[in-house]
């Protein structure tokens, strides 16, 4: 059963780092696209980050760019985000997803985690 | 940077009836919209891909339609566990979800 599982959430003050990770079986990882997605308590879905399969391209949204970093290590099936100068607005559950590209387009996303908490406070 | 418009923001019907959601594009997106339902305390699930197909798995009483910047999802008989959020993604450019629809069935 294809499954996907976060960690590395907690408490973190404002403008402190954290380092999601998001571990992955049951289907052959390399050979698809992933993403992180975030909700915010009682809000929600915002799509956060991006990364290809072939060639690691990577993509952001404007909440994020230059703060977060998301990459990839397919020898052991699993995805990050490097989250850098945290806010409070950043408190969410991050949740990572396997994502297919349709046609010419980008990507919807077929299999999420359960998600990790980040709460950044003082 | 396209906007999805999701109405209503939130419906009460009753077991059996027949429910719609509507999400409205601020741009053309030919069918590159998804389905999710997202229920208290859990992770989305996809529903629906490319504003019509049925994802594997999921009940034949969703569906999907529309194209260009007005697209639906139906409930065709609503049963309590279909209790939820819903959200519309577009995948147009970056993807962007609406701002949900709560259902609940009374």
């Known amino acids: 059963e294809a499954q996907l599982l976060e960690s590395g959430g907690g408490l973190v003050q404002p403008g402190g780092s954290l380092r999601l990770s998001c571990a992955a079986s049951?289907?052959?990882?390399?050979?698809?696209?992933m993403t992180w997605v975030r909700q915010a308590p009682g809000k929600g879905l915002e799509w956060v980050s991006a990364?290809?399969?072939?060639?690691?391209?990577?993509y952001y949204a404007d909440s994020v760019t230059g703060r977060f970093s998301i990459s990839r290590d397919d020898s052991k099936n699993t995805l990050y985000l490097q989250m850098n100068s945290l806010r409070a607005e950043d408190t969410a559950v991050y949740y990572c997803a396997k994502a297919t590209r349709f046609q010419f387009a980008y990507w919807y996303f077929d299999l999420w985690g359960r998600g990790t908490l980040v709460t950044v406070s003082s | 940077d396209i906007q999805l418009t999701q109405s209503p923001s939130f419906l009460s019907a009753s077991v059996g009836d027949r429910v719609t959601i509507s999400c409205q594009s601020s741009q053309a997106i030919k069918t590159y919209l998804a389905w999710y339902q997202q229920k208290p305390g859990k992770a989305p699930n996809l529903l629906i891909y490319?504003?019509?197909s049925l994802q594997s798995g999921i009940p034949s009483r969703f569906s999907g339609s529309g194209s260009g910047t007005e697209f639906t999802l139906t409930i065709s008989s609503l049963r309590p566990e279909d209790s939820a959020s819903y959200y519309c993604q577009h995948f147009h450019g970056y993807p962007a979800f609406g701002q949900g629809t709560t259902v609940e069935v009374k």
């Open positions: 490319g504003a019509s």
């Open positions: 990364i290809s399969d072939i060639g690691g391209h990577t």
């Open positions: 049951g289907f052959t990882f390399s050979s698809y696209a």
